[in-house]
């Protein structure tokens, strides 16, 4: 699981062995949210009470997001959501059997 709420178990990458996932990635130094979560000794963004919605927080919800968004119709902040609501357990499980890394954006 990434810590912005990405499934990592349905990224080409991770399933191939070319990607660590987000815990195990040193190379993703320059990931603010990674940081922050890891600073802050989080699983997730979705622990953060910092800002009244995910989309409030702008390591996370930035110009590169929407546009990653925009061409992946991922939905991370409602990925958050669903993990805050169910826990990461429960997201992956759902993530796997829908076979995407995210909730989709509508």
Known sequence: MAKCGLYCGACGAYLKGRCPGCAGNDKAAWCK???????????????????????????????????????????????????????????AAEMTAARTHSVKRR
């Open 33 to 91: 949210v990674r940081a922050c979560c890891r600073e802050r000794n989080y699983a997730t963004c979705a622990d953060c009470s910092d800002y009244a919605a995910f989309e409030d927080c702008g390591k996370l919800h930035n110009f590169i997001s929407k546009t990653i968004s925009l061409f992946t119709r991922s939905d991370r902040p409602s990925s958050l959501r669903r993990i805050k609501e169910t826990g990461c357990a429960a997201y």
